[in-house]
């Protein structure tokens, strides 16, 4: 496994339009998490999941932002009527617990660049 | 909203320097985390330090954590042209270990 992955890696579109996100996290992850990170500043979190349940959402995860994982596997971001303050990188990482549950570093895929025009 | 504050924002040295980032937190917390992002990359997790641990070493990397200051630094020891990227300091917001809350980060350049 060569970590997580995400597609596509830069996305332009234009004010108005849906666009989705995907993410692949290490196989043998069951927690997966989506962060945005804009210019200068560092990531903030946006949602995560425990296999298939989504646990947490921040209020930065507007109405018009959704995120699933079926089968908890895979997950998908998807924006819809994309604003162009919505320009950012959308960071996924992943994480498992280690004995007693406890879980410790997330690992981050590559991100995927969302410029809004 | 941003957990930490790193200081400084920026830090440009010669290679073969040692170069110091100091972090500082608002809540509570059980450990605390040091990443690297490359430009235009992810996050790469550095090290991890728990609250009961006052130093940690890795390699070229020696984490310290003040959990009385709520402050914890990363020195970079003999410094690379490789080492030149953002570090950021992050916390779990709860005792669960769940969402990182991540500081501000300080760019490091390395001088050749």
């Known amino acids: 496994d060569t970590g997580v992955s995400q597609n596509p890696r830069h996305k332009i579109t234009k004010r108005g339009q849906n666009v989705t996100f995907r993410c692949d996290p290490i196989?043998?992850?069951?927690?997966l998490y989506w962060y945005r990170q804009t210019l200068g500043q560092g990531p903030e979190f946006l949602t995560y999941?425990?296999?298939?349940?989504?646990?947490?959402k921040s209020r930065l995860l507007s109405d018009r932002f959704s995120a699933e994982r079926p089968k908890g596997s895979f997950s998908t971001l998807e924006i819809q009527r994309t604003e162009q303050g919505d320009s950012a990188m959308y960071l996924c990482?992943?994480?498992?617990?280690?004995?007693?549950?406890?879980?410790?570093?997330?690992?981050f895929g590559p991100g995927t660049r969302l410029t809004v025009l | 909203s941003q957990q930490g504050e790193e200081d400084p924002q920026a830090l440009s040295i010669q290679e073969g320097e040692n170069a110091t980032m100091n972090c500082s937190y608002k809540?509570?917390?059980?450990?605390l985390q040091w990443y690297r992002q490359n430009s235009g990359r992810g996050l790469v997790h550095l090290i991890l330090?728990?609250?009961?641990?006052r130093e940690k070493h890795s390699g070229r990397l020696r984490v310290t954590l003040d959990t009385s200051k709520k402050s914890s630094s990363l020195l970079i020891t003999a410094s690379r042209a490789a080492d030149t990227a953002s570090y950021f300091c992050a916390t779990p917001s709860n005792f669960g270990n769940e969402k990182l809350t991540f500081g501000t980060g300080t760019r490091l350049t390395i001088i050749p």
């Open positions: 809540t509570s917390i059980n450990n």
């Open positions: 999941f425990q296999n298939e349940a989504q646990l947490e």
């Open positions: 990482a992943s994480s498992s617990p280690r004995t007693s549950g406890v879980y410790n570093e997330q690992f």
């Open positions: 196989s043998e992850h069951n927690r």
């Open positions: 330090i728990r609250s009961n641990e």
